[in-house]
């Protein structure tokens, strides 16, 4: 159909690597194959009890009109208190835009800030969405590759290195997905002292912050001075820490002049976040805390889990990988495995194949690497139960041995 052609922003944009993984794999399923499945990038829990109750109060108070469409007072507010209380951070409630899920915090930040001829520099392995809504945007991402060795963390001379006179942004996740690796606060630090001397923006995507492991730190980026805060737009929500992905509630904390223009887009956008989320969000960040600590004690259990059964793999076949300080996910290079024979005779020569290969052979389902910006990796979401692990890893082990 000659009419029907498509806008040139939209030519390129794939769908999110993520989901397809996730889609395929339900495929399978509906075929009626015991897939184990561990794409997903969410949190296995239901909603805390208290914040589904506090959903179904704002729904029979009358909460079911639009609201302001930055978000309602009190959860902004919410947020404020909440970054005093963790962080020992003073923001305003001007401060703060409530958008529909971090994700769409991420795209408003990028619409708002950039567009054709600025770079923004995303250390890889990045999520998969940064390098697609930067080119939304209009904007040319820049890829600065880190290794393993350094715990996939972006130093400050690589950093250096990537600024040119074009650069607006740079994009950091602390924890990672898919790499659930922590930045060392020193480390973080170093970043921080190159944004201010470069006078550069940094947008912080936090979302991971309450899920930290093994006596790794989480340090929220504007809190090493004022001078770094200035700079620093912090993307965060209520999805991962109080397993809430399906209520679509995300926050920015940024510069006022950048929330006002995120909030005029919001506005003829989207409006309004969905209002009885954003009451539910306020119970999230005023009412107890127990409920994130109890699931992080859980995503530990099952992250130690995963380590031990992966450790014996950089010897028995050749896996490397760093260990997750945070997020929930375990990310090992594969490539070891690659054009030898796996299970059933099967060769692979990358990482999208080998997740083809595993998926039909060995029905356990991970994300290809390649989708990070990552050749030869694969991701596994340990956000599922420690039977399914068992079995996962079980599966995984016989494959590789082919
Ligand atoms: C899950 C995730 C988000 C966004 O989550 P929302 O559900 O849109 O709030 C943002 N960044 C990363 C790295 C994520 O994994």
Redesign the pocket.
């Known amino acids: 159909m000659s009419a029907l052609r498509l806008s040139p922003a939209l030519q390129n944009l794939k769908p999110s690597a993520t989901l397809a993984a996730a889609a395929k794999a339900k495929e399978l399923k509906a075929k009626g194959v015991n897939v184990l499945d561990f794409t997903l990038?969410?949190p296995d829990f239901i909603t805390p009890v208290n914040i589904r109750d506090a959903a179904i109060a704002a729904m029979n108070a009358g909460h079911t009109h639009y609201t302001a469409s930055g978000g309602i007072p009190e959860l902004k507010q919410a947020v404020c208190n909440a970054y005093q209380r963790d962080y020992g951070l003073a923001c305003k409630p001007n401060q703060v835009l409530i958008s529909c899920?971090?994700?769409?915090s991420?795209h408003n930040v990028l619409a708002s800030l950039c567009g054709p001829g600025d770079e923004v520099i995303i250390p890889a392995p990045y999520?998969v969405s940064y390098s697609a809504l930067v080119e939304l945007a209009g904007a040319t991402p820049v890829i600065v590759n880190t290794t393993e060795e350094s715990g996939f963390c972006l130093s400050a001379e690589q950093l250096m290195g990537a600024i040119t006179p074009k650069t607006k942004l740079l994009m950091l996740?602390n924890p990672s997905?898919p790499t659930g690796s922590t930045y060392p606060a020193a480390q973080l630090e170093s970043l921080a002292r190159v944004a201010v001397e470069k006078d550069l923006l940094v947008l912080s995507?936090e979302?991971?912050e309450k899920l930290i492991y093994a006596g790794s730190g989480f340090r929220c980026f504007a809190s090493f001075s004022p001078e770094v805060a200035a700079r620093t737009i912090i993307?965060s929500?209520v999805?991962?820490a109080y397993a809430m992905?399906g209520w679509?509630i995300?926050w920015t904390i940024g510069p006022v002049d950048l929330i006002k223009a995120m909030d005029n887009l919001q506005s003829q956008e989207t409006s309004n976040p969905c209002s009885i989320s954003q009451f539910a969000a306020v119970e999230a960040l005023n009412g107890p805390q127990s409920s994130v600590e109890a699931m992080r004690v859980e995503f530990e259990k099952r992250r130690n889990y995963v380590m031990e059964r992966m450790r014996p793999w950089r010897s028995k076949f050749g896996i490397t990988f760093a260990e997750p300080g945070g997020a929930f996910y375990a990310f090992f290079n594969v490539s070891s495995s690659f054009k030898k024979p796996l299970a059933g005779g099967v060769k692979v020569e990358n990482a999208t194949e080998f997740c083809t290969a595993l998926l039909e052979q060995a029905h356990v389902a991970l994300v290809t690497g390649d989708a990070f910006g990552a050749p030869g990796y694969v991701r596994l979401s340990f956000a599922t139960n420690l039977e399914l692990l068992k079995a996962g890893l079980d599966a995984i082990e016989n494959f590789l041995a082919g």
């Open positions: 990038g969410e899920g971090a994700k769409h991420i999520w996740n997905n995507d979302i991971y993307v929500g999805s991962k992905t679509r995300g």
